[in-house]
């Protein structure tokens, strides 16, 4: 099958499946107060569709990395850096509830419409909660949309990530100020707002 038709069959497939879930949410002035005291950045946005494959192309990958995308959202990325890679697990982390129940459907529905997805004991798994705290299950790659990161958060990440020798490979849409590894490359990626600059950091 050429990558053309497949990519068509993929994106054809994604939004359908997204067709009444979108990220873009609501909160109340509670919700979004409590957010901000636990550095949850609540702005929405995604990678989009040859974004994805951009980064899954750029990054050495090896069937036993475990990547992680740190606030995850309705779990668009994670799911199509699971279907279209031999990664082992892949996980998502997501605070908001709403979002996180989206993402855990949604892959539900996957898992029902295409099975072998999952056979070999790959994981796709989604995880409610502030990154910040949640364990990292012995992530080797992490990719964090975050623009919108505030600086105290960008930091909070890169301390965690410096904590986290298991972690190789690092994408992240900002800078990230205190992280003890090497930048290695900078592309641009195609968002749902705009285009963005990736920064790619390794450990080497
Ligand atoms: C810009 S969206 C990215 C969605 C998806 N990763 C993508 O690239 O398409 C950022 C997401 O990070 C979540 N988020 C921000 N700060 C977080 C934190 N500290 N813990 C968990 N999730 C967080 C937000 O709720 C939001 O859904």
New binding site residues.
Partial sequence: MSTIIEDELYQGYLTKVYQHTQ?Y?NYTDLQQAK?SR??????????LYYS?KKILKVLEIDSKDVFL??????????LQVFMQSDLSTVI?????SV?HEAALKISLQVRHDFPFFWEDNRKLKFIE??????DWENATII???????TQE?LV??SNKINQTPSVKQVLS?RPLPTLNMTLKKVFTVE??WDSALCFLYTRI
């Fill in positions: 990220g949410q957010f636990e550095l949850v950045s609540i702005t929405y946005g995604e990678l994805v995308d740190l606030g995850s959202g309705i779990g668009k990325c994670a998502g982390i997501e605070a908001s979002l909660g502030n990154f910040l705290n949640v990719y964090t949309c975050s623009t919108c990161f958060l909070a990440i849409l968002c749902s």
